[in-house]
């Protein structure tokens, strides 16, 4: 079974500019995550969906962060425009049950 | 607010002896526990985790016990491997809230020959 699936896996900006990321979950998964994780610190939820409807935005800095997931499949993340603060790895895990979330490798972001 | 707390930066062992990795918590609605393992470059992947029901899991070498008067739970690695070295990450969930993951700052495993 393909584990979840993200790209890139790094990118490198200067602030201000805009970012994408992209992730693929286990098939049949329908629940998908979006984690933070700034050097140092524990991952921490951006957004999750169920399907393609959002259950839980309350933590995505909606001023500058959006994500979707149009067909219930593949997400991407934006971030438009990048801050300095927002240098971390990103993670997107999925979930079919309500217990263990697989992550995939994260996209190391850099804003310069 | 960090909810789920690990005191530990980072822990040293000695292989072939116990490791204890220790996580307290502060949501009294947390119903369900996990533990993560990180290495380098790579997303974090499932150890073992335990619901609110139980006080024991135990799953080969990695055992979780949940204290939840405590509001404490720890893991048990017996005995410990060179490869168990990593960072292992507590996390909690609330199954009224969709189940999204509140993780600790992770401690710092590593087991020497």
């Known amino acids: 079974e393909a584990g979840v699936a993200q790209s890139p896996r790094y990118k490198i900006i200067e602030k201000r500019q805009s970012v994408a990321f992209w992730c693929n979950p286990i098939?049949?998964?329908?629940?998908l995550y979006w984690y933070q994780q700034i050097l140092g610190q524990g991952p921490k939820l951006l957004i999750q969906?169920?399907?393609?409807?959002?259950?839980?935005d309350s933590q995505l800095p909606k001023d500058r962060f959006s994500a979707e997931r149009l067909k219930g499949v593949d997400s991407t993340l934006k971030i438009q425009p990048a801050k300095l603060e927002d240098s971390a790895v990103y993670l997107c895990?999925?979930?079919?049950?309500?217990?263990?979330?697989?992550f995939g490798p994260g996209t190391r972001l850099t804003v310069l | 607010d960090q909810q789920v707390k690990q005191n530990s930066p980072s822990l040293s062992v000695q292989e072939g002896r116990i490791s204890i990795l220790n996580c307290d918590y502060t949501?009294?609605?947390?119903?369900?526990f996990l533990w993560y393992k990180k290495y380098p470059a790579e997303g974090p992947t499932f150890l073992i985790s335990?619901?609110?029901?139980?006080d024991k899991n135990e799953d080969g070498r990695f055992t979780v016990f949940l204290n939840k008067s405590a509001k404490h739970l720890s893991l048990h690695i017996v005995p410990s491997q060179p490869g168990d070295s990593a960072v292992y990450f507590c996390?909690?969930?609330?199954?009224?809230?969709?189940?999204?993951?509140?993780f600790g700052k992770g401690t710092s495993l590593l087991v020497t020959p």
């Open positions: 895990a999925s979930t079919k049950d309500v217990d263990e979330q697989f």
């Open positions: 335990i619901s609110s029901i139980k």
């Open positions: 969906f169920q399907n393609n409807g959002v259950v839980d």
């Open positions: 098939s049949g998964h329908a629940t």
């Open positions: 949501n009294s609605m947390f119903d369900y």
């Open positions: 996390a909690a969930g609330d199954s009224n809230s969709g189940y999204a993951l509140n």
